[in-house]
């Protein structure tokens, strides 16, 4: 699998870039669109979740809550935006399938980048939330790269996973979107916070501990947002579940092309 991602590397980075900026081709704005549509997002969520829920604690303020919850989102959002894509990146490119000899398996890595960049532009919008309502950077924020490894690596298995079965069973996607959109999002402390949450409820601390996406989230806001150490524990597990699960993925990718033609 190492060695098949590093030969296509460069085919990887050309359709990364392709995919980015076939999302914004044919409107005004453009890339602005990039920093319009997660900034208003923010301001809806941060509307209902202070004004209307109050899920903010008394010990932050409006704008620090804001950047808290943007972070959480936009780590996340790497992952659910790239496998919501990944179903159709295989049904949108026959022309890849059947006529051509092309390496298949980099177009839901593709996709990824493509996410990346997007992610990037919200970092930075992070990092300046940083700044101004928090009074600091931290110099932990050199973590963040080595934090969202295994966000990556996840995201590369689930993504090679329904990629291959959404060309088999088109129901797949469906149920893709229930399951991320809904069900792992809210289960995620985007809007919430773990130890809030188990004061109320400590009977859920398995349920959050089974989901890695919590452990990512929360080491990113760790380092970009209070300066702390990432806890290297629950990174670790998070890493070894996502090597397996793109280990896997990737096999099963392999194994299933081998059928797109005859659907296709």
């Not at 790239?82 to 000899?101: D, F, H, I, W």
């Not at 399951?179 to 402390?189: D, E, G």
Request: proline share 5%.
């Amino acid at each position: 699998m190492w060695r098949d991602l590093w030969q296509h590397r460069d085919l990887t980075r050309q359709f990364a870039i392709r995919y980015f900026l076939t999302r914004f081709r044919g409107t005004y704005l453009g890339v602005l669109w990039a920093l319009i549509f997660p900034l208003l997002m923010l301001l809806v969520y941060t509307f209902i979740f202070t004004y209307i829920f109050s899920a903010r604690s008394g010990t932050e303020t409006r704008p620090q809550y804001a950047v808290w919850l943007f972070c959480g989102m936009a780590v996340y959002g790497l992952f659910s935006a790239s496998v919501m894509r990944a179903c159709g990146v295989v049904l949108e490119n026959p022309q890849y399938v059947t006529k051509v000899v092309f390496p298949l398996q980099i177009l839901p890595v593709s996709n990824i980048g493509a996410s990346l960049f997007y992610t990037a532009i919200e970092i930075v919008l992070v990092i300046a939330g940083v700044a101004i309502f928090y009074s600091a950077i931290h110099p932990e924020i050199l973590w963040l790269p080595v934090v969202l490894l295994p966000l990556l690596a996840i995201t590369a298995g689930i993504s090679w996973f329904l990629a291959s079965l959404t060309v088999f069973v088109r129901d797949v996607s469906n149920v893709a979107v229930i399951v991320v959109s809904q069900f792992l999002f809210f289960l995620t402390p985007i809007f919430w916070k773990r130890e809030e949450l188990l004061s109320k409820m400590p009977n859920l601390a398995w349920l959050i501990d089974l989901n890695p996406f919590a452990g990512i989230v929360e080491n990113a806001r760790r380092c970009l947002l209070t300066g702390e150490m990432p806890q290297w524990g629950t990174w670790s597990a998070s890493m070894v579940i996502g090597l397996v699960l793109m280990q896997l993925g990737y096999a099963w990718f392999m194994k299933s092309k081998r059928g797109f033609a005859d659907v296709l």
